[in-house]
């Protein structure tokens, strides 16, 4: 476990892939229990520690997720997400290489429990939400290209879906179409980057995580595929 910031009232841990936020039915250790732990041992706390967890991301997904230290700044922190925010920045490597570059993908979601996929739709239909993202080229091979994804709307596998439904799917996202599972069972999807204002002091919070390094395509500024 990776911590990339702290202060008295909120932690941000860099989520390795594959590694689950919340406990599951898999019994593994989470993401939420470690940052427990690690508050317990660091200030030696004993009995009860306090760590609420804001939000989550997906058990393939790398990246950033917000804990909160104290009930206050959970509280606020739940309303901000509610509101929109806190603002989201994601990095992925996908299929193909979009075309335009840079544009806006609107449609409506639904969700199927038993399969545990989210399905895109054009059209709004009972039980369907809305999901915008914006996406941007940033670096592109002959195969495969990194976008960076902006997410307007946070619904259930929303990046995962949506870019699937414009024929690019995420390397790796067997469930969203993808050629070939990642050796680790992780998908190239990243929570990169974190802006939000902290929920009790005031200031500008502005994170973002260490570049992944089992592919080629997530140092953009250095192409080399």
């Given at each position: 476990?990776?911590?990339v ?43 009860n ?14 990246g ?41 993908i ?47 709307t ?72």
């Amino acid at each position: 476990m990776e911590i990339v910031y702290e202060d008295n009232h909120i932690i941000i841990a860099n989520k390795a892939p594959c590694e689950i936020v919340q406990g599951d039915k898999t019994g593994d250790t989470p993401l939420l229990e470690m940052v427990r732990e690690y508050i317990r041992e660091k200030y030696n706390k004993p009995g009860n520690v306090f760590c609420g967890l804001v939000h989550r991301i997906d058990r393939p997904v790398a990246g950033l997720v917000i804990f909160a230290k104290t009930s206050k700044a959970l509280t606020r922190l739940n309303e901000m997400i509610r509101r929109g925010l806190i603002h989201k920045t994601y990095r992925a490597i996908v299929q193909g290489v979009p075309n335009p570059p840079e544009g806006r993908i609107e449609s409506f979601l639904t969700s199927n429990q038993r399969t545990n996929k989210s399905y895109v739709s054009p059209k709004p239909s009972e039980g369907a939400k809305q999901a915008i993202l914006d996406y941007k080229l940033l670096n592109a091979g002959e195969r495969y290209s990194l976008l960076e994804v902006n997410l307007l709307t946070g619904r259930k596998h929303q990046i995962r879906a949506q870019l699937s439904s414009i024929g690019h799917p995420i390397v790796g996202d067997l469930k969203y179409g993808a050629r070939r599972s990642n050796p680790d069972g992780s998908i190239s999807l990243q929570a990169y980057r974190l802006h939000f204002t902290h929920p009790v002091s005031g200031k500008e919070i502005d994170i973002t995580a260490p570049a992944l390094k089992n592919h080629p395509l997530w140092n953009f500024e250095n192409p080399s595929c």
